[in-house]
């Protein structure tokens, strides 16, 4: 015991002693902190040693809290090998966004996340380019998929008239999920959602344009996420395990952990299904209005909140299969295919795996915020924020504020951070965008009516 102890203060003295002499504290006026990593000739990943396992830096800058949720992680004793931070790394509930770990004993609902499946779509549109998209048809297309397609909160009127087969189609799930299955959970399928979500028409550096769209498992995912939060606290209680900042986790073997792992994959089909038909009616406005049909044999669908089974190397030798959790992180295994957006001003790039086993084979989803959403409405004004849209057809409305272009990262630095995870394949520019706000007032109430 005693050498046990000795061992963890010391493991503790390297860990302040390294980092004093890495970062120095900036005050960012939001009640928080924000570390800086003063010694910019360090490689990526940073490797920071805890008591647990290390943690592989893929930035130079990041919250203090988000150093402290990470080694709370990489000191849970769920996690194995390392914990991997991804260049958009930012404070999350219960578990960073932007954070890979492997496990072979545990899963944490909140480090999957609470929009579980969330993702992203993007696609050519065949002969369509940035010369011969027609001003007119911008301002069209936008109005078009505001009409067509419920954001925010809103839900719609009816349901999509696929509704009910993809319910019945989107596999097994626990009588708990069976018993959440509601009237809006079939209204929801075909909406955007709120925050970050959002619809976009860009082009590439070739001037070819095309279609992205960026959203999740709407609530039925949130409930799922908060419900098996819940049950983790009640079996950590059981084994008298501490919760510290709202890590909790689940034992992988156990009922309640399988049971977590089967409806987490069912809200991974409905948010991958809820892209799909966005898509497809995005794909009806675009030819609708300029005769160009959308390329979906180049699309590119990948999916960020999840937790899988997969072979990972430790150190470099033979793989082992565990269960890897990436949350707001993207799979980046070598050659395949992935999309990092920025801001609604900034774009995105279509990137390439380079199969980097120091971060689990990942790379981050986005550029990652710079701003909580109330630092973001304090500080941007709609002046600024307007200006920072200039050219891009889209809505300033003083709501969306929050995800003024000010408020992310900047996404240049953000993909030079993880050059050893992607590289890129397309750099593209927004020309049409749509953020979720609600427009119609279509909202959900709690109560469950009308289960399948």
């Keep these: 015991m005693l050498t046990r102890l000795i061992s963890r203060s010391f493991s ?29 000739s360090k490689s990526l990943p940073l490797i920071i040693p805890t008591v647990g396992v290390p943690i592989h830096l893929y930035t130079r800058e990041l919250e203090s809290q988000a150093l402290k949720q990470l080694t709370i992680l990489a000191e849970s004793g769920i996690a194995k090998g390392f914990v991997a931070a991804m260049a958009d790394v930012h404070v999350g509930v219960g578990a960073t966004i932007g954070t890979v770990f492997a496990s072979i004993t545990h899963v944490s609902p909140y480090a999957v996340g609470a929009d579980i499946g969330c993702g992203m779509i993007a696609a ?29 909160f809103d839900a719609r009127v009816k349901a999509h008239k696929k509704a009910d087969r993809i319910i019945h189609d989107l596999g097994k799930c626990t009588n708990y999920l069976k018993n959440e299955i509601c009237d809006i959970t079939k209204k929801q399928l075909g909406t955007l959602g709120s925050g970050n979500h959002f619809l976009e028409i860009l082009y590439d550096e070739n001037e070819q344009v095309w279609i992205m769209l960026h959203s999740g498992s709407r609530r039925i995912g949130k409930e799922t996420c908060d419900y098996y939060h819940s049950v983790a606290g009640r079996q950590m209680s059981k084994y008298r395990l501490p919760v510290i900042n709202e890590l909790k986790y689940l034992d992988i073997d156990s009922i309640e952990g399988q049971d977590y792992l089967i409806d987490m994959r069912w809200c991974l089909n409905y948010a991958e299904q809820n892209r799909r038909i966005m898509l497809d009616e995005l794909c009806l406005i675009v030819k609708s209005v300029t005769g160009y049909e959308v390329d979906l044999k180049r699309m590119v669908n990948i999916h960020h909140n999840y937790c899988q089974q997969e072979n990972v190397s430790f150190d470099n030798s033979k793989e082992d299969l565990v269960w890897i959790t990436r949350k707001g992180a993207t799979s980046a295994r070598k050659g395949q ?24 084979y990942s790379c981050s989803h986005g550029a990652g ?11 941007i004004s709609q002046q600024s924020f307007e200006q920072a849209m200039k050219g891009i057809v889209s809505d300033t409305n003083e709501r969306l504020r929050d995800e003024a272009p000010q408020a992310y990262k900047d996404l240049t630095t953000v993909m030079s951070n993880q050059e050893t995870l992607v590289k890129i394949v397309h750099r593209l520019k927004p020309l049409i965008n749509v953020k979720g706000i609600s427009e119609n007032n279509i909202r959900y109430s709690k109560k469950k009516n009308k289960k399948r």
């Design 337 to 360: 295919l992935g999309i990092i957006p920025g801001s609604m001003g900034t774009g995105s790039f279509i990137v390439e795996g380079l199969g980097n086993p120091l971060s689990f």
């Design 124 to 152: 050519p549109i065949d002969g369509l380019t940035f010369n011969n998209l027609k001003e007119r048809w911008k301002k069209e297309i936008q109005q078009k998929i505001k009409t067509a397609i419920p954001t925010g």
């Design 369 to 379: 915020r710079i701003m909580s959403r109330t630092m973001a409405m304090k500080t």
């Design 12 to 40: 503790r003295l390297i860990h302040c002693c390294y980092f004093s002499n890495l970062i120095n504290e900036e005050d960012v006026n939001d009640n928080s902190t924000r570390c800086v990593i003063a010694d910019s």
